[in-house]
């Protein structure tokens, strides 16, 4: 049994609004909306899932519904930035689309050896699409010579790296690639979507703070449940608080947080997202796990109406 982490399995993030997200991700960006259903641990609140036609592990990024939340503070020790990979010579359109759509971007700028563009969501989660893919195929909203194809990283800001960095190749399997200034750029030997992990090193930035547009935790993947026993009790050995199996009724999920103090997830691949729902289906309407079911008549009451997209739906121009 192979004991490296394969990849970014998803990243969870924090909107204060339920339909400029779903606006933005949907009908800006082009993901699928792949399933509207509650937080687990306080299904008051919705959790959006957005991905590819699927929802593939490594295409993923969730988040948590918290109603009319102050905005949180960016910096360390948090992930500050999710980049997608999209195919080389895309940036241009991504960056004439984004405009019209009244979103800031930056100019197109290069980080070792990549173009990247860089812009912020309706809440202030820092998004980059980085031109790192070959056209593929597959339906969706956007030509596939243009879509998002899945994650190219993430970025962790961090006070010191060194720890950080000893966790992500000593105990996850990722090679030290390249350095420019204070950011030091790691890689799994997958080649899987989100196969890359920058970290900052920001000793002076203003300590994170949670609320609305700030990442809340990144899940790296594992094939299924036994690899996860393995890793799970690797973790406890080396010393880490890790929780106990926790059902996700997508994925099962453990955490801890890493020596830098940044929350990780180590998730299994399986069942998927269509576990409960046709694939065809999947985003439409609200899914419950069957704990939460009997809740149903309460949590449609108090939730608001979300408008959702068709899929795959009209192709995204400019």
Known sequence: MENKIRGIHHVTAITADAQDNV??????LGLRLVKLTVNFDAPTSYHLYYGDGVGSPGTVLTFF???GAYRGQVGPPQVTSVAFAVPEGALEFWAERLRQHQ???????DRFGESVLGFDDPDGVRIELVAAGSPMAGSGPVEPGRAIQGFHSVTLSEEGY?????HLTDVFGFQAEAQTGKRFRYRSGSGEHGSVLDVLCLPDAPLARLGGGVVHH????????????????????????????IDRQYFHSIYFREPGGVLFEIATDGPGFAIDEPADELGKKLMLPPWL????GKLERILPQVQVPDWPGAVLSV
């Not at 060194?162 to 000893?166: L, M, P, V």
């Not at 996860?228 to 010393?239: I, Y």
């Open 103 to 109: 979103v800031q971007v930056e100019e197109i700028g």
């Open 162 to 166: 060194e720890k950080t960095a000893k």
């Open 23 to 28: 606006d933005f991700y949907c009908g800006v």
């Open 218 to 245: 990144v899940a790296f993947r594992t094939p299924d449940d036994a690899q996860q026993a393995v890793w799970r009790g690797t973790l406890c050995d080396l010393g880490y608080n890790v929780t106990p199996v």
């Open 65 to 67: 519904v918290w109603a």
């Open 293 to 296: 079911e009997p809740l149903r």
